[in-house]
């Protein structure tokens, strides 16, 4: 089984809520303001917190994003492009991200992260103490990681669903050998985890970017696309939770105005 040594920056993560209302989570903050967002490396998306604050991408390779101040969780990706050949571009061949991943603690976003925010004590159990998932790596990083990954996105993606949250209770449960019979698959071949990916996106005869439509992508990553637009363009989100979205970030960025312009009244009036 191949197994990448996680970075410095990787922590356990613990209690997980999705876009749609689905598992509950206190908020929660941390010091550090980075966030990795992986199903393939995901670039180009919209990563905000609980509040509403909108993460600027900082590294394409490992698809890392920042967040001015300390994030409050849960925090969500959506939307952006699958760097499925993992080269920090996004080339022909590789497909748009429309599922959410999120995650309730903890610097990485993963389909593990997010199913676990919908699972009872005994499913996640079953993920991270018996089949000893650990919650802090992406795909890249590891195989049995990569292959709860593949099995969820292609339900997801099989039955046209937005997030995890969409996924009701025996659904997980019938996944969990699906999950514990792909981790066996993968310990048994040499590919790694991008390998799988490519594999994964033929089987599901996912629309694939041409020359022009990842040149275009590449544009609106460095453009930054309205937070709106990203939402708007999701397929498989429902209107109330596009909506619900849009308004948080609408919010945080008024309220961001609004200290701008207190601090400008402060200042003129001490000077």
Same mark, same amino acid.
């Given at each position: ?42 670039? *180009?998306?919209?990563? !905000? ?30 939307? *952006? ?20 991943? &999120? @995650? ?35 795909? &890249?990083?590891?195989?049995?990681? @990569? ?9 997801? =993606?099989?039955? #046209?669903? @937005?997030? !995890? ?5 025996? &659904? ?15 310990? @048994? ?9 490519? =594999?994964?996106?033929? %089987? ?15 544009? %609106? ?10 939402? /708007? ?18 919010? #945080? ?17 001490? /000077?």
């Amino acid at each position: 089984m191949q197994t990448i040594l996680p970075s410095a920056i990787l922590a356990s993560l613990l209690l997980l809520s999705g876009c749609g209302g689905g598992g509950g989570s206190t908020a929660d903050s941390t010091s550090l303001n980075s966030v990795t967002v992986e199903r393939g490396p995901i670039l *180009g998306a919209l990563v !905000v917190d609980a509040d509403g604050q909108e993460a600027n991408q900082t590294n394409d390779e490992v698809a890392s994003y920042s967040f001015a101040t300390p994030p409050v969780y849960p925090i969500a990706a959506y939307g *952006g492009f699958i760097d499925v050949n993992r080269n920090g571009v996004i080339d022909a061949g590789e497909v748009e991200n429309t599922v959410v991943l &999120t @995650a309730g603690s903890g610097e990485v976003l993963t389909l593990l992260t997010s199913i676990l925010s919908v699972s009872d004590a005994n499913t996640s159990s079953f993920f991270l103490d018996d089949l000893g998932l650990n919650s802090a790596l992406t795909p &890249t990083e590891d195989l049995n990681v @990569a292959a709860l990954s593949d099995v969820i996105y292609e339900y997801l =993606i099989a039955n #046209n669903l @937005a997030s !995890v949250d969409d996924i009701n209770i025996t &659904t997980i449960e019938q996944l969990k050998d699906l999950v514990k019979l792909k981790i066996e698959e993968y310990d @048994a071949d040499d590919l790694n985890a991008s390998e799988q990916e490519h =594999i994964l996106v033929l %089987k599901l005869d996912i629309k694939k970017l041409d020359d022009a439509e990842a040149t275009e992508a590449n544009t %609106k990553i460095k453009g930054q696309e309205h937070a709106a637009d990203i939402i /708007a363009n999701l397929p498989n989100m429902s209107d109330e939770q596009k909506e619900r979205v849009k308004s948080k970030i609408l919010k #945080n960025s008024a309220n961001k105005n609004k200290d701008t312009a207190d601090n400008v009244e402060t200042n003129t009036t001490n /000077a």
